[in-house]
Nanobody, 123 residues
Framework: QVQVVESGGGSVEAGGSLRLSCAAR????????MAWFRQAPGKEREGVAG???????RYADSVKGRFTISKGNAKNTMYLEMNSLKPEDTAMYYC?????????????????WGQGTQVTVSS
């Protein structure tokens, strides 16, 4: 049974930093890609950052230059370093693994999802 677990969310002031962690446990193979998504109240879930099994990264325009995605040493783990946080980054952040689709930042293609970790940025 595959379990995706996120951690590292919290509350910070604008300009602050947070580091999110994700582990897809029980996946018997290396996920082809993993990604972070976020969803604010009343909004659709959007792709934030993704990384392929070859280490190729992709970012939403809104986070380029501020967020950095990386793979962990352990299989199917990854991190999201978030700097210069803004109030508009406030959302529930979800980790997703094993993309069955063609686009790394499209949520519909991912097979496994975590429960989410809340990020709140105050002005």
């Amino acid at each position: 049974q595959v379990q995706v677990v996120e951690s590292g969310g919290g509350s910070v002031e604008a300009g602050g930093s947070l580091r999110l962690s994700c582990a897809a446990r029980g996946l018997p193979f290396s996920s082809n890609s993993m990604a972070w998504f976020r969803q604010a109240p009343g909004k659709e879930r959007e792709g934030v950052a993704g990384i392929s099994n070859l280490g190729i990264t992709r970012y939403a325009d809104s986070v380029k230059g501020r967020f950095t995605i990386s793979k962990g040493n352990a299989k199917n783990t990854m991190y999201l370093e978030m700097n210069s946080l803004k109030p508009e980054d406030t959302a529930m952040y979800y980790c997703a693994a094993r993309n069955l689709g063609s686009e790394i930042l499209q949520p519909g293609g991912y097979q496994y999802w975590g429960q989410g970790t809340q990020v709140t940025v105050s002005s």
